[in-house]
């Protein structure tokens, strides 16, 4: 019940212009499913401070703390998406989600009143999906007419991933960028082509990325191209 009153008292007031209100830019985060973040409050607790946390666009309250004298009131939601997963620092009103999920990706705002100043911060956490090794099959049946004819054989390979959204997909030889292509919000699966000769020995590897994270799959020329009959998986 206090924390409840107090929380009602603290938005009265900010709404109101009783404060001074600073606020920050809204800082981007990243983070990979599965994985724990913590969001800084960059202050540390005192005698009647105020820390509030929001979540989404309906800016439901998930995490607070008031002081008043020496004892901190705490209130942690028993959201169902959050059950379990918060956790808040009682010297600094931090705040860590554990085990995230791509239902937490959202914007999170962050109420602080120390000594009677309003300070407001936002961030933007966008949770990512791990990210699956890419698969390069080679169709040797898809040999051209000319390799046939030639002492030089070329190989068909095919680079996938399957399930994956907001991703590219590369080939690389070496270190240069051969062709890629990406996917935004759909979880879908890619497929990217490619055609080497079995003589050579550039490297080559297939990379799908994310703005955090990245998986590679190296491609062994020898053991996909050795021949021009059936179908070899390689990852």
Known sequence: MHSDAAFICL?????????????????????????????????????????????????????EIIKIDQINFIFVSDDERFRGRLQMDNQTGSLT????????????????IISGETSLKSFSVTVYAPLPSPIITSNS?????????????????????VNVSAVTLSWYKGNSLLSS?????????????????????????????NPITNQTTHLNITQLCHSCAGTITYD
Request: glycine share 4%.
């Open 11 to 63: 938005w009265i007031l900010i709404t109101n212009g009783v404060f001074d209100v600073k606020t920050d830019e809204v800082k981007s985060v990243s983070v990979t499913e599965g994985d724990s973040v913590s969001l800084n409050t960059d202050v540390k607790v005192q005698r009647d401070d105020q820390i509030l946390w929001m979540f989404g666009p309906k800016e439901s309250r998930i995490a």
């Open 97 to 112: 989600i554990r085990n995230i999920r791509s239902e937490h990706t959202g914007l999170y705002k962050l109420t602080v």
């Open 141 to 161: 049946s898809n040999c051209s007419s000319s390799s046939k004819r030639s002492s030089v054989s070329n190989c068909s390979l095919l680079c996938s991933v």
């Open 181 to 209: 292509i990406s996917v935004s919000d759909l979880s879908i699966s890619l497929s990217l082509p490619l055609e080497v000769e079995y003589q050579e020995n550039n490297i080559y590897s297939c990379v799908i990325n």
